[in-house]
């Protein structure tokens, strides 16, 4: 039987995608990237010195990212505050993002990443990540890709992209399953791969396959937004 997605999206189709930059006025870079009912806002501070002086690398910059959910971006209202899984984000939003970054020409100095989602509904981590990137790129921040990313998950055995909060919450067949990706755009260069449940070894192969495809979807309003922030 045909995969019915309750939004009669097909397997491979993401939820509408939105991204604007420039929209922090206070930060060197910023940038907001929607995926659907998920809305990420980014904002990028630095290159700056870093302190305590011990922390300096004599011989890069280094980006440092923080990734919160706002108390009201979600159906229960969330404590305010770093929690273990916001902590996990943030270290894995630098990891997925560091590759891309060429910070040899700013020794000793920082570069803070602040990721606030403000509406919750699945993919935020992924959301956080495509805003950063283009943050990162509208402060100017020497780069050698933009990075993209996309959550692709299984309902019982189908491979869909861009879970919703209903979808990730599926219970049914083989139960539910999140795979985060985040790669170079247009590269085999993963910088993120997540696993959240269960997967056949042969069918990561697939997952990357509707990975590809989402990113190149991903990097086509990415280039949109930055475009439009040059008047062009
Ligand atoms: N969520 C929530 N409260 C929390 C954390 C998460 O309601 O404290 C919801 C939110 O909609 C989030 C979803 O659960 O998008 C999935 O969270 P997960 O940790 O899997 O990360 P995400 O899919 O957002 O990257």
Redesign the pocket.
Known sequence: MALKREDGRKASDLRPMQAKVGVVPNADGSAIFTFGD?IAIAAVYGPKQLHPQHMQDPSTGILRCNYD?LSFS???R?KPGPSR?SQE?SKMTQWALEPALDLEGFPNTVIDVEVQIIQ???????AGINAAALALAHAGVPMRNLVCAV?IGKLDKDIVVDLD?SE?DFEGGEGPT?F?VAKLANTDQYTLLQL?GKIQPERVKEVLSFADESCAKIYEIQKKALKEALGE
């Open positions: 998920t959910l979600v159906s229960d969330k899984r984000l919750a509904d699945a993919g935020t981590r992924t959550a909060k990730e999140d985060p959240d």
